[in-house]
């Protein structure tokens, strides 16, 4: 994934394909290339899912899942906690079945056993368990200014980045909160 806001490396491994996903949708400056399902039929086809025909009732399904993916890694920069959004990826989860396997190099993973758009979300899925167990998961982020929302992995220290960029995000915020201050005093 290329254009990453403050030139951040692309979150590691198959983490990085769950942060694809949600920033399929540029918030602040577009484009949703889940709008139709041409868009979506294209993100499919670059994110290595070929051959992956997508309709209406699916395209919509992403979105549903996306958002409640990005509710999630809100929660990791600080947001409030979002009931709905687990019990969303809950329900997707339980329509998209993973067994284990073992991959192309010969390591354990999760693996989807339909080769569909159910398929596609359980391999999602299946790289946000992995992370979650890795210990990776909550550093993917959804940048704290909410016009943003853009998903970035937090390679700090501490796990106390905010911002997808330092340079765009970070300074907008500073600059608010300082003439917040000036109007007050």
């Known amino acids: 994934m290329k254009g990453q ?4 490396a692309v979150a590691p491994g198959r983490l990085a394909l769950v942060q694809s996903f949600v920033n399929s949708l540029n918030v602040e400056f577009g484009p949703d290339y889940f709008a139709t399902t041409e868009g979506f039929a294209t993100w ?4 290595g899912f070929h051959g992956v025909g997508p309709g209406e009732l699916d395209r919509q399904d992403a979105v549903t899942l996306r958002e409640a993916l990005r509710a999630l890694l809100r929660e990791h920069n600080g947001g409030e906690p979002e009931p709905s959004a687990r019990a969303t990826v809950e329900h997707v989860a339980r329509g998209c079945p993973l067994v284990v396997g073992f991959d192309d190099s010969g390591a354990l993973s999760l ?3 339909l080769g569909d758009v159910r398929g596609v979300f359980a391999t999602i899925l299946a ?3 992995e992370s979650a167990i890795d210990g ?3 550093r993917l982020k959804a940048c704290h200014a909410h016009q943003c929302a853009w998903a970035f992995y937090d390679r700090s220290r501490n796990r106390t980045g905010r911002w997808c960029s330092m340079e765009v995000c970070g300074t907008r915020s500073k600059m608010r909160v300082y003439r917040e201050s000036k109007k007050h005093a």
């Not at 806001?5 to 951040?8: D, L, V």
């Not at 499919?44 to 994110?47: E, G």
Request: glycine fraction near 6%.
């Open 5 to 8: 806001p403050g030139n951040r």
């Open 44 to 47: 499919l086809d670059r994110n």
């Open 111 to 113: 693996q989807p056993t």
């Open 127 to 129: 790289a946000v368990s």
């Open 136 to 138: 990776s998961w909550h």
